[in-house]
C-alpha cells in the first residue's frame, strides 16, 4: 500500500496531520461538553480516553518528523482502531442517553 514511498509529499502529510490534530481536539471538547450537558455518568473515563488518543495522534506526528513515511502503515492501524474501537464501541454507550431525551436543566 505504501510501497512508493518515495512519491509522499511529506509537507502534505505533515499537513493532514495537523489537521487531524486540530480536529480531534475540537471534537473531543464538542463531545465532552454535550457529555457534560446530559450528566453522562462515566465522563471522567471518557475524558481520560480522549486525552490519550489526542496523544497518540501527536506522538504519530512527531514519529512522522522522524522516520517518514515509514510511519503510514502504523498511522493506518491506529486510525482503524480508533474507528472500530472507540467509535463504534465507546462512543456508542452513550448514544442512548444524548439525543434521546430532552437535555437536562
Do not use: C
Not at 22 to 27: A, F, P
Not at 31 to 43: R, S
Not at 64 to 82: A, E, R, T, Y
Not at 93 to 101: A, E, F, L, Q, T
Request: glycine share 2%; charged share 30%.
Amino acid at each position: 500500500r505504501y510501497q512508493n514511498k518515495e512519491n509522499i509529499d511529506e509537507s502534505e502529510v505533515n499537513s493532514v496531520l495537523e489537521a487531524l490534530i486540530h480536529y480531534t481536539v475540537v471534537h473531543f471538547h464538542d463531545e465532552e461538553t454535550i457529555l457534560k450537558t446530559y450528566n453522562y455518568g462515566d465522563l471522567n473515563r471518557h475524558i481520560t480516553i480522549h486525552s490519550r488518543l489526542i496523544e497518540q495522534v501527536q506522538n504519530l506526528k512527531e514519529k512522522f518528523h522522524q522516520v517518514g513515511p515509514d510511519i503510514l502503515p502504523i498511522l493506518d492501524k491506529f486510525l482503524n482502531i480508533w474507528l472500530k474501537e472507540h467509535i463504534l464501541k465507546v462512543d456508542m454507550k452513550y448514544s442512548s442517553i444524548v439525543g434521546k431525551r430532552d437535555i437536562p436543566r
